[in-house]
């Protein structure tokens, strides 16, 4: 049936069409420049292609960006936007914004709802901005942000909310509506032509006479008389398509395309406006925010191109963000353009970095511009500038500096630094201060008036100290003297008495140990001896023995000092390994004073090291004694570290002990790690660690590292290792999910699982399956390799044994940890009873129309596997029309084209051996209804014709819901429907137009549609006239004609010659008067030196460089066919002022 014209408002037009894509950031208003393509808007907002622009960038973090929509006031619609997580070390961050600031977060609630799911098989994110009960004002430009770490993407996308569309029920008395806007209810004459709805058919062909082009040329009064003349019937819905003929002559005459209502550009980029004119030679003015532009340098460049005219602005910044006109005369074209500020993004990240108390930190990044802003934070709390200015900001160009001065143990934490583009982290670990103790206080031994001197030498020059006698603090005096000098402590006493002897001791301040040494006082007695006696060497300074050991750190200064006595004085030799030593200059020399000889190695090496004689001769005797010097080193460094296993924050190091250790036991190793883009080495352990691996800790699942390792003895720490090979921290994933059995056979079992909860930073290679006979631990693999499905069939097992198997999932780390079955299963097939599981939709009567397919599927269960049978009430299928197919599992019934005859109840069997079970499935196929019979007209009466008809005898095998009615004038043979949806065979059409001759016709409606044909009535009814004639009214013209009045006069005005002159005045006057301008009652209107204006009324007369003789009166006079008016004034000109004049 050919569908019937809607002549009534409210049809086809109402419905709104689906919003193309907003307009990428940097695209231009033209069409043909080549930088991007627009969707252009109407006034409405509504969009002009019907297509939506479905290209996304690929560049991008965005796998699917939100598209614009549109909706009705009251409905719900929803933004989706999918980001996937393969290339990134950290979770999206997802923000929505309305407009350019408004952030969407802090509106969540009843009418706005954001939402936020993760497919763990895909690794993908799926972000959602559902807007419930849309509101008018709910329209406009949106923004979609995602940043993860250092990466950023956003995209921009409009909702349009349309009004809401009536809904209420047909009102038939609503149709009998007044066309009077205001009067009452009772006032205006009666419109039924709501109640008409013309059709597609159009019997008769145009009428000679064009009914369109008198009523565009008629008068709104006269409207009736032409609709009653040439008989219109829906004079009201000509009017309106009229109207909207009219507003489309009211195009623009110096446009032929217009600037879009906006346009938005990245800051940096370059925009291009572009205006397609009527006239090739119109010059065009482009305004910004009212203020005309003008061409300044590079920044602004405009382009005439045939009919085109553009305007580039180059560069983009924000003062650009304003509104543009482009005007030609009197016409204007606006347009908004918002630039956005891009994202600044973090080049440089912030460095872990490790300090001990009271050191100076400096945190350092690097933007991408160098006026960002940036938020420092510890913790998630922002930092500021406090009183005590323990954090101190420093901006460099694009680097930005944190400084903390002095940092305390409660400054360790995770510092980061945010921008409008990313962040980055990093940590501060801060350790306390450990005092090293370089050089000891030793024993002494001295003589009487001799001076003593106690020396120790700490690490930390700030570090003051006391020193105490036998426990009493000892204070300074004449002859005690105590120094502190960088990090040397002395304590200095002069001329010993026998009453210094004793015990003394140094303590730092602040740390709990000290340093002690005893002070031995030798009383020399003088006898009267011989005067030759036998040389004797003292070493009780450093021992009782005649061979001692004198232990001196590599690089350190080694000084004996041997006391010796004999008379006469001895010669003194220093010999080793039978060399002997006799330089008194040099790295390694001697030399003998009174009653001492003295031995020195500058910077003592590793070579130095041995047993040296001193020997002692004068003419009484000999004496010999032997010093063992040993030089001790800080030990080599150890071997380059290995890497044995990874976890997810952690790795195990091993590395070879150093071949050398310094002469001094190992007493443990430092180790330190790096990330392997940095240059920052940090310290792992602060406490020497004894043995030989180590697990490190604290690392960022997913980043590259490298170890080494130092080796610390009693003297000190060793250089660093070599590097280790680069190494990532990965975590096995956790065990598989939810492993099950789904069927067993006789040598086969079929196992199925899910992906393991935590999967970490690297990618999932694939799953093992493993089994074991029970009371075993023989675990064999059931395949080679690994595969990468989460189901598995296992062949070849031996039948009746009882087995167990295990699952694991493998990565770069390793295998996780199994998943296994908590039973071990029977390999053996069990018997199950045929079932079958009637889906839920074909418990009813499976509906469809002829020439559809039927593709049933039936899922059953039951092992072995049963025969399946397909049975037409009672009778076996027909494989020609109807076709089956048969698995383990389900049955398909499938009919490629549908026929009437195959509607019916179909059974399915299912039996195995003795046991069967059935269902049953009934389908209808239905078709289109034949049409109604023997339409006829019973009674005519007024207005109103009574109709009668059968029913059809076709009801395309389906209940026949209605009747659709429909009349048509025999003048123009044009339909439109009475009734739709009818339910009787029977119904009275009402409100006809008397003098008209209708027929009728009748369609059937069933769930299907419409009848293919009408029934049309036999007869016509005609509706006779009542004999009204019509009396057009007289209407008298007004008369708008008035005399010239000047409103506003001109006035006298005095001005300097050299200067450009006017005289201003209004006048008003229908028609408009013509103006003359006189001086001292001469016409002036032909003369060069003056110009006359004339704009809405208001008359300007412009004097070009008057001088003294323009002086006088100025009358202006207006003339019409109802009067004239006249106005004068005086004029002063007065002679220029000289700077000569000005000194007379």
Known sequence: MPEPKAENAGTSEDKASCAAAAPSADSTPADTAGDAQHDGTDADGLPES??????????????????????????????????????????????????????????????????????????????????????????????????????FDSCNFDLVVHEARATEEFDIRAAFRRTSIDGGEEAGELDFSALLKKSVVQVSTEPDVDVWEILQKAKPNEYEKIAFQHGITDLRGMLKRLKKMKKEEKKSAAFLKKLDPAYQVQKGQKMKFCVEVANPDAEVKWLKNGQEIHPTGSKYIFESVGNKRYLTINNCSLSDDAAYTCVIGDEKCFSELFVQEPPVLI????????????????????????????????????????????????????????????????????????????????????????????????????????????????????????????????????????????????????????????????????????????????????????????????????????????????????????????????????????????????????????????????????????????????????????????????????????????????????????????????????LERKKKKSYR????????????????????????????????????????????????????????????????????????????????????????????????????PAFEGLTERTSVIVRDLPTGEKMKFRVRAYNEAGPSAPATLAQPVTIREIMQRPKIWVPRNLRQTVIKRVGESVNLVIPFQGKPRPKVTWTKEGEPVDPKQVNTRNSDTDTILFIRKSERKDSGKYEVHLQIENVEDKASITIQIVDLPGPPENVKITDVWGFNVALEWKSPKDDGNCEITGYTIQKADKKTMEWYTVYDQYRRTN??????????????????????????????????????????????????????????????????????????????????????????????????????????????????????????????????????????????????????????????
């Open 50 to 151: 019907q297509h939506p622009d479905t290209r996304q960038d690929l560049t991008g973090l965005f796998l699917e960006k939100p598209v614009s929509g549109e909706v009705t006031v009251g409905e719900n619609i929803t933004f989706i936007s999918k980001v996937s997580t393969v290339n990134l070390l950290k979770k999206p961050t997802v923000r929505w914004f309305k407009g350019k600031w408004m952030d969407l977060a802090s509106k969540a609630g009843k009418h706005l709802q954001l939402k936020e799911t993760y497919d763990r098989n895909t690794k993908i994110f799926t972000f959602e901005m559902q807007i419930i009960g849309a509101k008018p004002n709910y329209a406009g430009a949106y923004r979609c942000e995602v940043s993860s770490r250092d990466k």
């Open 347 to 670: 080049l440089r990240s912030l460095e872990d970095q490790m300090a001990m108390t009271g050191q100076r930190v400096e945190f350092e990044c690097e933007v991408s511009d160098e006026g960002a802003q940036v938020k420092w934070e510890k913790d998630g709390v922002e930092l500021t500038r406090d009183e005590s200015f323990k954090y101190r900001f420093k901006k460099d160009g694009r680097k930005h500096f944190l400084i903390i001065n002095e940092v305390g143990k409660e400054d360790g934490g995770h510092y980061t630094v945010k921008t409008s583009g990313g962040e980055s982290m990093a940590e501060l670990m801060v350790q306390e201060k450990e005092l090293e103790i370089y050089q000891s206080i030793a024993d002494l031994t001295v003589k009487a008036k001799e001076q003593a001197v106690f020396k120790c030498e700490v690490s930390d020059e700030n570090v003051k100290g006391i020193w105490y006698k036998n426990g009493v603090e000892v204070k300074t005096d004449p002859r005690i003297k105590i120094t502190h000098i960088g990090r040397i402590h002395k304590l200095t006493i002069d001329d010993v008495k026998p009453e210094d002897e004793g015990d003394y001791t140094f303590i730092p301040e602040g740390y709990a140990f000290n340093l002690s040494a005893k002070l031995n006082f030798l009383d020399v007695k003088i006898d009267f001896v011989p005067r030759q006696n036998p040389p004797k060497i003292h070493l009780d300074c450093i021992g009782h023995s005649a061979e001692s050991t004198i232990i001196v750190v590599a690089g350190n200064k080694l000084r004996l000092d041997v006391p010796i006595t004999g008379e006469p004085a001895p010669i003194v030799i220093w010999t080793k390994s039978d060399k002997v030593i006799s330089d008194t200059e040099g790295r390694v020399h001697v030399e003998t004073t009174k009653g001492n000889c003295i031995f020195t190695i500058e910077g003592a090496e590793r070579k130095d090291e041995g047993v040296y004689t001193v020997i002692v001769r004068n003419p009484a005797g000999e004496d010999t004694a032997n010093i063992n010097v040993k030089v001790v080193d800080v030990p080599d460094p150890p071997q380059a570290p290995r890497i044995l296993s990874v976890g997810e924050d952690s790795c195990i190091v091993q590395w070879d002990p150093p071949l050398f250790d310094g002469g001094q036991p190992i007493i443990g190793y430092v």
């Open 681 to 780: 080495w940090m310290r792992v352990n602060f406490d020497p660690h004894k043995e030989l691996t180590y697990e490190a800790r604290r690392m960022i699942e997913g980043m590259l590292y490298e170890m080494r390792v130092l080796a610390v003895n009693a003297i000190g720490m060793s250089q660093p290792s070599a590097a280790s090979q680069p190494f990532m921290p990965i975590a096995p994933t956790s065990e598989p999910l939810g492993l099950s059995v789904e069927d067993i056979s006789d040598t086969t079992i079929s196992l199925k699982w899910k992906t393991p909860e935590h999967l970490g930073s690297s990618i999932l290679q694939g799953y093992g399956v493993e089994y074991c006979k029970e009371g075993t631990d023989e675990w064999m």
């Open 987 to 1144: 119904c009275v059409v009402s409100d006809l137009i008397m003098g008209n001759e209708y027929v009728f016709r009748v369609y059937a409606i069933n769930m299907v549609g419409l009848s293919p044909e009408p029934c049309f009535s036999k007869d016509s009814a005609y509706i006779q006239k009542t004999g009204i004639m019509y009396k057009p009214p007289t209407y008298k013209d007004p008369d708008f004609s008035e005399a010239p009045k000047f409103t506003h006069p001109l006035v006298n005005r005095s001005v300097i010659a050299g200067y450009n002159a006017t005289l201003s005045c209004s006048v008003r006057g229908i028609p408009k008067p013509k103006v003359t301008w006189y001086k001292n009652k001469m016409d002036i209107s032909n003369e060069a030196k003056y110009r006359m204006f004339s704009k809405q009324g208001v008359l300007t007369l412009e004097i070009r460089k008057p001088c003294p003789f323009d002086g006088g009166v100025y009358t202006c006079k207006a003339v019409n066919d109802s009067g004239e008016d006249v106005v004068e004034c005086k004029l002063e000109v007065r002679p220029q002022i000289t700077k000569e004049d000005t000194k007379k």
